[in-house]
C-alpha cells in the first residue's frame, strides 16, 4: 500500500490521472474499474482533458462500474448510469458496449450479478480500480460488516451512507435503500486500485483503512492485503495518519525509476 499526500485534490487527481494515462499507453485494451460521489470528478476531468488536449485514446477501453441503486432506471437523475455518462463518458471515446454498470432495474437480481461477475472475468479482469471511500470506510457500496470476500451482489445501505448521499436527490426519503455493489472479493482482484479521499470527513476512514486492524468494520482496510494499491489523498483527509510524514518522505525521494508507477 502507498500513500501519497498532495497539497489539494486537484494535485492528487491529476497524479491519479497521470497513472491511468500510462496503464492505457501500454495496455490500449486496458479494463477500467470505475467509482462515482464527488470524489473522482476531477480525475474524469482530468482524463477528459488529456484525452482531447493529449490525445489519450479510450477507443479499446473497457469500463465496469462499482455499483448502482436498486430501483433507479439509466436516465434517473441521481442513477450512477447518468453520473458517469454527464461526468466522464460523454467527454471520452470509449465505445458504448464496453461500458457496464449493474443494472438498477435488474429483475432477478442474483443472476444479473453472477453475469457482472462473468462479464468481468470474459473481459480479463480489471487491470486498475478507481475508488472513493466512505465516511465509514466503505467502498463500492459494501457497507461494514461486508464480507471481506464478497462478490457482486445487493446490499442494504446505512443510514449514515444514505445521509451522506443524500445531496444528490431531491430529499433523504428519496435515496433508495437498496443497492447493487461489486464485492469487496471482487474489487480485491484488480491488478491495481487508486483510491481518492479528499476532506477532513474522510481522515477517520482514511486512518483507518491504512494504519487500522483489517477489519470488516472499515472494508477499506482489506487494501493492506492488496498488491498494488495506492491512496491518492489530500491534506485534510490525510489529517489522522500517524504516519504521514513517513508517508511524505518515501513519496519525495523515490528512486526516478519509481516515481511515475
Ligand atoms: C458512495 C459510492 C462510493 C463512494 C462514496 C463516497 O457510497 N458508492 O463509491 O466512494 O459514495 O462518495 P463521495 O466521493 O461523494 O464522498
Given amino acids: 500500500m502507498e500513500i501519497i499526500i498532495t497539497p489539494d485534490p486537484a494535485a492528487a487527481s491529476h497524479l491519479a490521472a497521470r497513472r491511468i494515462a500510462r496503464l492505457i499507453r501500454e495496455k490500449p485494451d486496458a479494463v477500467l474499474g470505475l467509482a462515482t460521489g464527488s470524489t473522482p470528478v476531477t480525475l474524469y476531468k482530468e482524463l477528459i482533458r ?108 446505512t443510514e449514515r451512507t444514505r445521509e451522506d448521499n443524500a445531496r444528490f436527490f431531491d430529499k433523504l426519503e428519496d435515496v433508495p435503500h437498496h443497492v447493487i455493489t461489486m464485492g469487496i472479493g471482487t474489487i480485491m482482484e484488480s491488478r491495481s486500485v487508486v483510491l481518492l479521499a479528499f476532506g477532513a470527513g474522510k481522515a477517520d476512514a482514511v486512518a483507518g483503512a491504512a494504519e487500522g486492524p483489517i477489519t470488516a468494520s472499515n472494508p477499506a482496510s482489506i487494501l493492506q492485503m492488496h ?35
Fill in 50 to 157: 488529456m484525452h482531447r488536449e493529449g490525445g489519450l485514446d479510450f477507443s479499446r477501453v473497457s469500463t465496469f462500474n462499482l455499483d448502482e441503486y436498486l430501483g433507479l432506471a439509466p436516465d434517473h437523475a441521481a442513477s450512477y448510469h447518468r453520473f458517469m455518462e454527464e461526468n466522464f463518458f460523454q467527454g471520452v471515446n470509449i465505445p458504448r458496449g464496453n461500458i457496464r454498470l449493474p443494472d438498477g432495474l435488474a429483475k432477478d437480481v442474483p443472476a444479473h450479478c453472477a453475469d457482472y461477475e462473468q462479464e468481468i472475468r470474459d473481459a480479463g479482469g480489471i487491470d486498475l480500480q478507481v475508488l472513493g471511500i466512505g465516511s465509514d470506510g466503505h467502498i463500492g457500496f459494501n457497507e461494514h460488516g461486508s464480507s471481506l470476500a464478497s462478490r457482486t451482489r445487493i446490499k442494504t445501505l
Fill in 227 to 261: 498488491p498494488d494499491a495506492k491512496f491518492y489523498l489530500d491534506e485534510p483527509s490525510a489529517g489522522a495518519l500517524e504516519r504521514a510524514e513517513y508517508y511524505k518522505w518515501v513519496f519525495k525521494n523515490k528512486p526516478a525509476w519509481q516515481a511515475d508507477q
